[in-house]
Structure formats: structure tokens, C-alpha cells
């Protein structure tokens, strides 16, 4: 069982896993370079493998919808694995690794959701997580019968109420009466219950000023939006000031989000950035920044004042993720400088190639930022979250 250790000022690593052909590029070419997404094997051995060289954590995104036409052209996020029954497989292969995926929660009832994340709990004995998805596209919320895009706000509250019932339904050895603003039912959740007390690692996306109230009273990781550490060294200090308020300091950790690109040399790392930025699919980018844009409040804040090329590379060239290239001394370098400046507690990172043999230079890197002191395996803090 994973336990919460967040006082160790460990740097804590995991994989954005490729759970689409690509998932923050739009671009063809770069999905024609990577496996069959629908090869469980090809998963079963990402997972191994990454567990060996020491990553703590699995991360499945998730979406119900295409965002367009183009974006499932050029492979980008569609077709896309269904995160929960994806990870259970995952975890079934893997002893140490947790093993976040994502649920929308604006679709499901906290019964479903309960149910869902309590048997993941109990089949990776321990190690599962849940990242908390509120529907951002309005394509996606027309798919289960809303009209229109809910409100960013209403949908944080329905996501915090919702919630609140999980946790409730999760302790409970008898029936409760659970009345909310939106949810209101009666009932006791058959067995099992999770095995990770109080509860499973929560996490969420959101670092508008309604996701970051949502997430000091819900949740434990943040991941961060954009590629400014003193922006994401100032959002660690607001998320510590409000969960002080609400007794929780310390107990939330926000994580940045990372794209390395691993090459044998600088001008080879420079040469396959520059090749991903010439393959870009201009109107899958342009389709991926509108929806972004237009249904995550912070993104709509990061960009607002972006000339729309520098947006289409921004946005169609890695979601707005940090972006670190070079040989594995040059990436772990800047890693180092980046947690060290951003005060995050962790990466997230997100490979536009992701064969096994991509994934696996992340084991150089990791060599020497340990020998260097600035990253320790899993292992030595007991594979804690």
C-alpha cells in the first residue's frame, strides 16, 4: 500500500501515459512514430519498464469525445484508451508504481465513482489514484445530454459535492442520507472499500481560483498549467497559504508538466524538436487551442495575449508543456533547475515518442540526477506517493 509521505522534499516523477496515438501533439507524424495504442502488450511493458527505472507514478488522462474532425485525423487523442479499465490492467503487472486515472465526474454518479475507485484500490493493493476530470468541451457534455458547456464555477461545485460524497460512501459501514446542492441520495455502497486510508490519492488539473479551492479541501497533487516556473513557483505558494487555511499545509503538491526529448546529442535533440515543430497539423492545433481556450479557464488566462502562431506552436506542439531537450546530462541538468525554481513537488512528463526504447533513455537521466543528489529512487522512501 502507498502512504503519503509529502515532508521529504522528494521529487517525485511520473509518466503522462500515452493513452492516444499522441496526446499533446497534433501532428500525423509524430502519431505514425509511435506503437499500436491499442497493444495492451506494448502497455504492459511501458509499465514494467518504467517501474524498473524508478518513476512513481502512472498518470491516465481520458476523454469521451474527439475534440474534432482534424484532431482524429492526425491521431491526436482519438482513439483514446479508457483510463480505469486501461489501468487495472497496468496495475496488475506492476508491484510498486501508482496508478492515477482519470474520471469525469461531471457524468458520473459518486456511487460509480466509489465503486470504480474502490475495486482499483483493492486490485493494485493499494496503489491506485484518481484524477478528478470536471468535462471541459462542450461536444463531450453534449454527449450525456447537457446543452451547452456547464459553467467553470458550477462545475468545481458539483465536482467538490460530488466529492464529499465519495469520501462519505467510501467510510461508511451503513446506509447515509447524503443531501447536496445538486446530489442527493440514500444508500450504503457494497464492499470492498478502498485500502488506502482516509482515502485514494485525489488529484486534479485545475489552477483557476475555483480549482484551487477545490483542490486544498479535495485533493493532494496539482498539475500545473504552462512553461513559467516563477508562475508555477507562485501558484505553489498560493495553494500552500489556502490549504494552511483550511488545516491542510503541506499536504497538497503541485506538479508541472514536462515533455523531455532524449537524444545522444544537442544538435540531434534540436534537429527532432525542430522536425516536431515542422509537423504540426495546423488546423488539429488550431481545433486543440480553441477547445482549450475556450473550456479551461486558465488556459483562456495563460494565452489570452498570445500572437495565434505562437499559440499553435505553443498549444499544437505540446499543450504548453515545459519543454527540455538534449543529451540525458542536459536534460537532468534543467530538470534540477526546474524543481528547484518552480517549488513543484514533482513532473509529470509527457514523451512525443513513446516506444519503449523513448521512454526507457528516461533511465540515464535518472542516473545521474540520483548521483547528483537531486532525485532518489521510490524505492528508498518506501514507493511512498
Known amino acids: 500500500m502507498k502512504t503519503r509521505n509529502f515532508s521529504d522534499d522528494r521529487m517525485r516523477l511520473g509518466l503522462f501515459w500515452p493513452s492516444a496515438r499522441t496526446m499533446h ?39 469521451y469525445s474527439p475534440y474534432t474532425p482534424a484532431s482524429t485525423r492526425v491521431g491526436h487523442q482519438d482513439p483514446c484508451i479508457l483510463a480505469y479499465l486501461w489501468g487495472a490492467a497496468i496495475a496488475s503487472h506492476t508491484r510498486h508504481i501508482g496508478i492515477i486515472t482519470t474520471i469525469h465526474t461531471t457524468y458520473l454518479h459518486p456511487a460509480h465513482v466509489a465503486r470504480i475507485g474502490a475495486n482499483l484500490d483493492v486490485m493494485s493493493a493499494g496503489r491506485w489514484g484518481m484524477n478528478i476530470v470536471t468535462g471541459f468541451t462542450a461536444n463531450e457534455q453534449q454527449l450525456f445530454g447537457h446543452e451547452g458547456l456547464v459553467d467553470h464555477t458550477e462545475r468545481y461545485a458539483l465536482a467538490d459535492e460530488l466529492i464529499s460524497a465519495v469520501k462519505e460512501l467510501w467510510r461508511a459501514d451503513e446506509d447515509i442520507e447524503f443531501a447536496g446542492e445538486a446530489l442527493r441520495f440514500r444508500g450504503h455502497l457494497s464492499g470492498p472499500r478502498p485500502v488506502q486510508q482516509p482515502w485514494p490519492l485525489l488529484v486534479n488539473a485545475g489552477a ?8 486544498v479541501r479535495q485533493c493532494d497533487y496539482v498539475f500545473t498549467v504552462g512553461n513559467d516556473a516563477s508562475q508555477v513557483s507562485q501558484l505553489a505558494g498560493n495553494l500552500d497559504e489556502q490549504a494552511a487555511e483550511v488545516d491542510r499545509k503541506g499536504e497538497v503538491l503541485p506538479m508541472i508538466s514536462v515533455m523531455p526529448l532524449i537524444r545522444d546529442s544537442q544538435a540531434e535533440a534540436e534537429d527532432e524538436m525542430a522536425w516536431i515543430s515542422a509537423n504540426i497539423d495546423t488546423e488539429a492545433a488550431r481545433a486543440f487551442a480553441v477547445s482549450l481556450t475556450g473550456g479551461i479557464k486558465t488556459y483562456t488566462e495563460t494565452y489570452k495575449d498570445v500572437d495565434e502562431a505562437v499559440l499553435l506552436d505553443t498549444i499544437g506542439n505540446g499543450a504548453g508543456l515545459f519543454r527540455i531537450a538534449g543529451t540525458p546530462e542536459q536534460v537532468a541538468e534543467q530538470m534540477a533547475d526546474l524543481y528547484e525554481n518552480s517549488k513543484a513537488g514533482g513532473m509529470l512528463l509527457s514523451f512525443p515518442f513513446w516506444s519503449p526504447s523513448e521512454i526507457g533513455r528516461m533511465g540515464d537521466v535518472l542516473a545521474i540526477l540520483e548521483k547528483s543528489g537531486s532525485w532518489s529512487h521510490p524505492k528508498n522512501a518506501g514507493w511512498s506517493w
Open 25 to 63: 501533439w497534433t501532428s500525423k507524424a509524430v502519431a505514425d512514430r509511435n506503437p499500436d495504442v491499442m497493444d495492451l502488450a506494448v502497455h504492459i511493458e511501458i509499465a514494467k519498464l518504467i517501474e524498473d527505472i524508478g518513476l512513481d507514478y502512472a498518470f491516465l488522462a481520458d476523454r
Open 208 to 215: 483557476s481560483p475555483s480549482g484551487q479551492r477545490f483542490a
